[in-house]
């Protein structure tokens, strides 16, 4: 870098005083939000929930020792020195299939064909798995199947899922506040629940406004647009836990706007996107002034320096808040995935984590004109030896919603440096992880 380039130096630089920071602006806008009430929740629809209460095992799991193979059910000691060469013929007493209780115990030098996941029958503490008795032949030869030769020896124990190994009766399986997976879902199905008391998701309204949008679906018109931000923004809610509410398009003018919030103050967040400029017709402002109260206007950061947030009255006189996004798509993406991903995670009861980063060197340079942070849109991707890089998406205008198609993570440069050259590591906040990395 050489000394005489403005740009290729780290500068500070002066600050707007009514700005906030990023992080800033983001505990002004938890500290008006609260974990929501549970709700009793279909496990089908539970997945990346939050368990409301202790769950305790009332069984154990599973209920009896029962077979891990298809095989025959034997006392290990009468299979000792067992071989191929020297099998030992067993008479086969019985069968018993999944689902079935052994009608009779397992009786010395004698054997009980069972199937994956049937209860052992008594005395029995072993089981030979069919590949490794002569039952196949028996088949091709058409034999009777009243015995079976065991070409291996086994230890009690083998191939035997012991009664309680998975939980016990009494046992403590999950904590109130645990996060509900795949593998948490299986384990409360297992225990017979067919629901469970949840943090339910939060309803997010989400209001575009503009005299230029149309809904995808509708003729295209000249000097016209396609309301984009709705969909990217209900997307975006799903992902993150929520439940996407569409309300509209509201026109530029205050009572248009008005009688759509009428219905969207009834949810949990309110997302408006468009009107928090400065512009004659940015009437976002102007409605919260009527409706509510205005607790930020501006971040210090780019994409997505004009951010509203603030309260919305219900007709009860109760308040809900309101989160207004830029107009331009990047910005408000990239404004959601700063202030409405955090305030989703706390309304879902879930602990406060940011997306996963890294570091990765910088194919192109990222410039900061006006000491903002910036969030560039990058595509994260290794190299021959592993190491992470990131190239530039495209050109990085708020308007160009493509480069964000293209991004799997943020580049960010913050409000203190001037450049990050061509060459120098960036942290990346990655959009996607780890899939998307290739």
């Given amino acids: 870098m050489t000394d005489h380039n403005y740009h290729d130096r780290p500068h500070r630089h002066h600050y707007d005083a009514e700005m906030l920071s990023v992080e800033e602006a983001r505990d002004r806008i938890l500290s008006y939000f609260n974990t929501l009430p549970s709700s009793d929740t279909p496990l089908v629809d539970a997945l990346g929930q939050v368990l409301a209460e202790e769950l305790v095992a009332s069984f154990d799991i599973p209920p009896m020792s029962n077979s891990a193979m298809d095989g025959y059910a034997v006392f290990a000691a009468d299979t000792s020195g067992a071989s191929k060469k020297k099998p030992v013929e067993l008479p086969v007493t019985g069968v018993i299939a999944a689902g079935q209780l052994p009608d009779h115990p397992l009786s010395p030098a004698t054997a009980i064909r069972i199937m994956t996941g049937a209860p052992l029958p008594g005395n029995a ?40 190994e998975d939980l016990r009766a009494g046992q403590r399986v999950f904590e109130e506040g645990q996060i509900l997976r795949a593998g ?26 503009g005299d230029e949008l149309l809904q995808p679906g509708e003729e295209h018109q000249p000097g016209k647009i396609y309301n984009s931000n709705a969909y990217s923004i209900a997307s975006m809610v799903t992902r993150y836990g929520g439940v996407p509410w569409i ?49 930020l206007w501006s971040v210090r950061m780019r994409p997505a320096k004009p951010l509203a947030f603030g309260t919305l009255k219900r007709r009860d006189g109760s308040a809900v808040p309101h989160l207004g996004l830029p ?15 955090p305030a989703l995670r706390l309304m879902m009861g879930k602990q406060q984590t940011g997306k996963p980063s890294i570091q990765a060197v910088m194919d192109d340079p990222i410039h900061n004109y006006d000491g903002r942070r910036i969030y560039a849109r990058v595509r994260v991707y290794t190299n021959d030896s592993g190491d992470y890089h990131a190239r530039l998406t495209g050109n990085q205008s708020s308007g ?32 996607d992880w780890p899939d998307d990395i290739f």
Avoid: W
Avoid at 412 to 429: H, L, S
């Fill in 125 to 164: 503490d072993a089981v030979i798995p069919f590949e490794d008795t002569d039952e196949q032949e028996r088949k091709k030869r058409d034999e009777s199947s009243g015995s079976v030769s065991v070409h291996i020896s086994v230890e009690p124990g083998d191939n035997v899922r012991d009664a309680g």
């Fill in 327 to 341: 107009g331009n798509p990047v910005s408000a993406m990239v404004a959601f995935e700063q202030f409405g991903r």
């Fill in 184 to 209: 948490e879902i299986g384990v409360i199905a297992s225990l017979g629940y067919a629901s469970v008391n949840a943090v339910r998701r939060p309803t997010v309204a989400i209001v575009s406004t």
């Fill in 247 to 295: 309300i509209g398009i509201a026109k530029d003018t205050v009572e248009s706007l008005e009688k759509l919030l009428d219905d969207a103050v009834s949810a949990d967040l309110v997302v408006t996107s468009a009107g928090v400029s400065k512009g004659d017709y940015d009437v976002v402002k102007d409605v919260l002034s009527l409706r509510g109260e205005i607790a």
């Fill in 400 to 431: 160009v919603l493509s480069s964000m198609a293209l991004a799997n993570g943020l580049a960010i440069c913050t409000d203190d440096i001037g450049m990050i050259d061509a060459g120098e590591t960036a942290t990346v906040e990655m959009l």
